[in-house]
């Protein structure tokens, strides 16, 4: 068994005892001295952008091989998770420490993607990891029909994270389970039936969800959920209408804008398309209107600035309730807020949340009014593992975390000089068409050109994707068409960290156009 040596060094240090960290080349210890392997991929070490340094050492892998992981991939999983190991060769992890991850080889890469925007203060975080072993040793499971501390203590403190009235608090397993359960609330609490969501929506894949969510990748040939109706997306690069003053965002499109101060035209056009939703595909009273307040698995879309704030307004009047995914862009992501809809300066009905509420732990949540909690009295609802005492202990102190390590403001302060040193690159380059976001949740919009703005090929998105994950770095994709590239890390990311995937994003799309 080979012994990984360490991560401090990113150049090979030869014989010194310290490993290479350049991604592309094995860490190992063989006999008495430390040897580099040949590179795995097409550059040479020395060409390599440098790592940041980073002074945890993994553990040496000792488990079973990635050959017989990959056989009882195929034989016992889930069949779909061969389709989605997302890289020509998967990557192997066996370990995580903040914003960096290790595999079972020992390679260390720049985690940009948190698990689809999940871990948000960091892997492993010490304080969670303590957290988590201290409430193991004390009480493991009790369900919410036993009166225990965590519950209680947990939804007193996210509560006083939310606006009034949002105050009453349902507690779930991942964000399709909160979904499901707002669409049932919402429902419930109107009398009516019909929902509306974007188009390149994703709020689950639940049976039930699957009707919210838009995007054909997530779509099953069987009746899934009805009184779901999608209408057009105000995204203001893809879509008809949008200009360079439209986003709330650092990074505006570089389409052309016409629009006076305080008048925004797109917005209103977009509006137009709800309205006509609304008078072709509905009846004249709904029962809610879901919006994530930037799409996550849609690719990073943003909104016009005051389209959310019309959009309530014509739900309410038409007896709907209105509902904010805060799945991805909760839990300070966006950086200038904690909730993503208070960047538009809506209040919604209801907001659904996971994935970063627990930084990995399975929780989700749906919090709401007390006069929409007390519609969903007229029967029992009961959940064996919403509340558990663990997962109330891991999210209480996420909390706690965020706060204390002024991680919001990391993702506001790193985020902006991110997307801002990405614009440069953008105009750099003819085949990225778009940067956009806010704090660390960030699209990067890939096209043939920028005069069409067709979107770049399946095969150039995996040559660029492969390459930086060749270079040390994971980032996501999403879109309709997989053309975005999504960079959503551990909000405890530096601009150190940021400087290096700039470098390797730079080199592995000056690489492409070469070969082009």
């Known amino acids: 068994m080979y012994k990984v040596v360490s991560c401090l060094s990113v150049r090979c240090a030869g014989l010194t005892g310290r490993a290479c960290c350049s991604p592309g080349l094995a860490k190992f210890h063989v006999g008495s001295g430390a040897v580099c392997q040949k590179p795995a991929f097409k550059y040479r070490p020395a060409d390599l952008p440098e790592m940041p340094p980073c002074n945890f050492k993994p553990e040496e892998y000792k488990g079973m091989s990635k050959e017989r992981m990959m056989e009882i991939r195929r034989q016992n999983c889930n069949p779909m998770t061969m389709k989605v190991t997302y890289y020509k060769k998967p990557v192997f992890i066996h370990q995580g420490y903040m914003q960096w991850l290790w595999d079972v080889d020992g390679r ?49 403190k996210l509560a006083s994270y939310l606006p009034d009235p949002l105050k009453v608090i349902y507690l779930t397993n991942s964000g399709s389970e909160a979904n499901d359960l707002a669409m ?18 994703y709020h689950g894949g639940s049976q039930q969800t699957m009707g919210l969510t838009s995007n054909s990748s997530y779509k099953y040939p069987i009746a899934t959920s009805s009184g779901c109706t999608h209408t057009m997306c105000p995204d203001v690069y893809r879509g008809p209408w949008g200009g360079s003053h439209c986003r709330d965002s650092p990074v505006q499109s570089t389409r052309k804008c016409g629009c006076s101060q305080g008048h925004c035209m797109a917005s209103e056009q977009y509006i137009g398309q709800l309205k006509e939703t609304f008078a072709t595909s509905v009846p004249s009273r709904i029962a809610a209107f879901f919006a994530e307040p930037i799409q996550g698995m849609g690719g990073a879309v943003q909104y016009p600035k005051n389209y959310l704030k019309e959009a309530y307004k014509l739900v309410r009047e038409r007896g709907g309730i209105c509902i904010a995914d805060e799945v991805q862009t909760g839990f300070g992501r966006t950086g200038t807020h904690f909730w993503g809809f208070q960047g538009y300066g809506v209040m919604p009905d209801m907001v659904t949340m996971a994935k970063g509420i627990g930084n990995g732990f399975p929780i989700g949540a749906v919090v709401t009014t007390p006069e929409i909690a007390a519609s969903f009295a007229k029967a029992s609802h009961f959940n064996t593992f919403g509340g558990s005492p663990v997962a109330c202990a891991v999210a209480s102190s996420v909390l706690d975390v965020i706060r204390e ?35 660390l949740q960030i699209g990067v919009e890939m096209v043939k050109d920028k005069v069409s703005r067709d979107p770049l090929s399946p095969e150039a998105m995996t040559e660029i994707f492969e390459d930086v994950k060749d270079m040390g770095v994971l980032i996501g994709k999403g879109g309709l068409y997989g053309q975005t590239f999504r960079i959503q890390p551990p909000m405890c990311i530096t601009k150190e960290d940021v400087d290096f995937f700039l470098a390797v994003f730079n080199k592995a799309i000056h690489s492409y156009m070469e070969r082009k």
């Open 108 to 156: 260390r890469y720049l985690d940009l993607f948190a698990g689809v925007a999940t871990v948000s203060v960091g892997h492993c975080h010490p304080r969670l990891t303590a957290t988590l072993e201290q409430q193991l040793k004390r009480l493991w499971h009790t369900t919410n029909i036993y009166v225990h501390p965590p519950l209680h203590e947990y939804c007193e």
């Open 405 to 439: 390590d002024g991680t919001q403001q990391n993702a506001l302060h790193v985020g902006t000089y991110l997307m801002t040193e990405l614009a440069k690159l953008r105009d750099k380059y003819e085949i990225i068409g778009d940067v956009r976001g806010k704090g």
């Open 184 to 201: 049932l609330m919402a429902r419930l609490h109107t009398g009516n039936f019909d929902i509306i969501t974007f188009r390149g929506s």
